[in-house]
């Protein structure tokens, strides 16, 4: 049913005019479940929650929603071969927001005292006042999801700190055991898990439990009077599992041992503009900063990114690029977005076309077509906006050795860490960890700690090889975008971009 329709029936139009998944029937047993979750972890009940939307439209809001979210956070440091910090935290509360025509109003409340709630939606409502008839709040049902996409593995909170250190300790132990060049081991185990519960002035309610893991680890060698260091890590929406958490160690040690071993070998190459293979998996980063947020849709309804107006447009070869919440126990994946839509795939670039923007309820009314389910906030302090999940390129025809073949003379980019892109422009510039000189065809030396620079549209539409060899890289990615993070992934087969400009020596 198209949202305008479902709307008509209680007495005014609704600004979301793109089809939107609303459940005819609802099962009240769903239901009833799905506000118990809301007076179990936040104390209150549906009367409670009807009142707090209510007031939030009484200044003519065409559409409120309240997002409820009780965060545990728990972190261990180890440095100098011993776990030295350990730090929790507790982050409660809940965000309403109230859509006018063009108008946003937000606020957030930090207790669940009913005062707080009321007064939270009535700044809310005045900062989008608009005037126009108050609507009525229809029965509350539960929307459909995609099922579970996390790992169900024990619940971090039975774990304790005693159960955690052995594993920060297993991975110094081994990294020091792997090079004898080892002098300083930096590593971090964290976990969250959240508790959400959302419902808005559609009758629309769901609830979620988000786990976390994350390990990351910093190995610094010393070798003669030369010193390097390297980074690597993992991160997935799952609980604790003990034998996952040996594989992830022995992973980890092993990847961060190679990235800062071989930067003994390492040279800085000759700058100039060159041919660029990217190497399957953390390559997908340079995805994601040049060219994945020049997709989403705030951006381009306000035409500041160079794709605006671009949807149905070939924009590059014959490439996909996708979108992703549905991985499972993906760091990006998932089950609900922070707006109430069930996460989903979504191609981006089809073939070489511009297929989609990347949507929040908003933007999507704007269009007028369905929103993607990417509207995402760092917490209950922050509004919703068009955000990546898991963003990737799928895979080619080419094996990754016919790929360097072709290149006589480039460079192999294999670990980047991070990058700054002018979404107007789409101009961007890359920190390159490491990676190797490709010479006739062949990787040769071993480089390190370059920049490449070029344009993101330009370089999409330079990528004349892809790989066989996709590869998801599971590392701690966070987005950052109008000062709120976000967990993200990010992947893709190795490429190759016919011509970047890369800052080496002159």
């Known amino acids: 049913m198209d949202c305008l329709e479902l709307m008509g029936k209680y007495g005014k139009t609704s600004i979301f005019t793109g089809k939107i998944r609303i459940m005819e029937e609802r099962n009240f047993l769903e239901k009833e479940e799905s506000i118990r979750f809301a007076g179990k972890h936040f104390g209150v009940d549906e009367t409670l929650l009807r009142r707090i939307l209510t007031s939030a439209l009484e200044q003519g809001g065409d559409y409120a929603d309240l997002f409820f979210e009780h965060t545990f956070r728990n972190r261990i440091d180890l440095q100098d071969k011993k776990v030295n910090l350990t730090t929790s935290t507790i982050d409660f509360g809940v965000g309403v927001r109230v859509l006018s025509g ?54 971090w909170e039975t774990v304790g700190v005693d159960e955690k250190m052995p594993y920060l300790k297993k991975l110094n132990d081994r990294i020091f055991s792997l090079d004898n060049r080892t002098d300083k081991v930096k590593a971090s185990l964290s976990d969250s898990r959240s508790f959400i519960f959302f419902c808005n002035s559609e009758g629309e309610t769901f609830y979620d439990y988000r786990p976390m893991t994350a390990l990351s680890v910093t190995c610094v060698m010393q070798w003669g009077m030369q010193w390097e260091n390297a980074t ?60 994945g947020h020049t997709f989403e849709a705030d951006f381009n309804r306000k035409n500041i990114s160079i794709f605006s107006g671009m949807i149905g447009k070939k924009i590059c070869g014959d490439i996909n690029i996708v979108d992703d919440g549905l991985i499972p126990s993906n760091r990006g994946a998932v089950r609900f977005d922070d707006e109430g839509m069930a996460g989903q795939r979504t191609y981006i670039v089809k073939d070489g076309v511009l297929n989609s923007y990347l949507h929040d309820r908003i933007s999507a009314s704007h269009y007028g077509v369905a929103p993607t389910g990417n509207g995402r906030r760092q917490s209950f302090r922050h509004i919703p906006l068009p955000r990546m999940r898991a963003t990737y390129m799928e895979a080619g025809k080419y094996s990754e050795e016919e790929i360097i073949a072709s290149v006589r003379k480039g460079i192999y980019a294999s670990n ?66 109008d000062g709120q993070s976000c967990p993200v992934t990010c992947g893709m087969p190795s490429a190759l971009v016919k011509k970047l400009t890369v800052g080496g020596e002159n």
């Open 102 to 155: 063009d108008r946003t109003g937000y606020a957030y409340a930090e207790d669940m005292k009913d005062r707080s709630l009321l007064k939270a939606a009535q700044a809310a409502a005045h900062i989008a006042e608009q005037p126009t008839a108050v609507r009525q709040i229809p029965a509350f049902g539960v929307l459909s999801s995609t099922g579970s996409l996390y790992g169900a593995y024990r619940n």
């Open 232 to 291: 690597a890590g993992r991160s997935f929406r799952m609980g604790m599992d003990s034998a996952v958490m040996e594989n992830l160690v022995e992973e980890v040690a092993k990847e961060v041992v190679d990235r800062t071993a071989v930067l003994f070998e390492a040279v800085r190459p000759s700058g100039g503009e060159m041919p660029v293979v990217m190497a399957a998996g953390g390559s997908g980063i340079l995805l994601h900063e040049a060219i």
């Open 416 to 481: 980047f860490l991070n990058g700054q892109v002018q979404i107007g422009s789409g101009d961007f510039t890359f920190f390159v960890k490491s990676g190797f000189l490709i010479e006739n065809g062949r990787l040769t030396r071993p480089i390190k700690d370059i920049n490449i620079i070029g344009n993101g549209p330009q370089a999409l539409a330079d990528i004349t090889m892809v790989g066989n060899n996709y590869r998801m890289d599971n590392g701690t990615w966070t987005c950052g975008k």
